[in-house]
């Protein structure tokens, strides 16, 4: 049910961003144009939390909080359907947060 390949989009202060996730047997592994994503996640139903390691690899791409470099993100949502909608938060400055929409693409066979 929640293992699959994911779109996700970030609205934040700096902007909009979005990329892709693979969630499977309890990691969170994606990225988009700067950022690289490894995590881990828990689900029981309806709600969904992952602990993620951003990971910037290209200088020139700012996130959606507008901060550079590395940081860790908690994403807390619930399963709507094929949606994941939810809020995403720096883990060390938990006041800053961020809206997270995952759409599923596909399951992992």
């Known amino acids: 049910m929640i293992e699959g390949l994911w779109t996700v989009e970030f609205k934040g202060p700096a902007g909009v961003g979005g990329g892709v996730v693979v969630v499977t047997k ?3 592994l994606g990225g988009d144009s700067g950022f ?6 828990e689900f ?3 709600d969904f939390k992952a ?3 951003v990971k910037q690899f290209n200088a020139t791409f700012q996130n959606v909080f507008g901060i550079r470099g590395n940081f860790d993100l908690i994403i807390e949502g ?5 949606d994941i ?5 720096l883990a060390n400055a938990p006041t800053a947060k961020i809206a997270v929409h995952l759409k599923k693409l596909t399951d992992i066979k």
């Open 85 to 89: 909608v939810g809020t995403g938060t």
């Open 44 to 46: 029981k139903a309806p």
């Open 36 to 41: 690289a994503y490894i995590g881990t996640y």
């Open 51 to 53: 602990t993620v390691s």
């Open 78 to 82: 619930k399963l709507q359907g094929t």
């Open 26 to 28: 309890n990691q969170v």
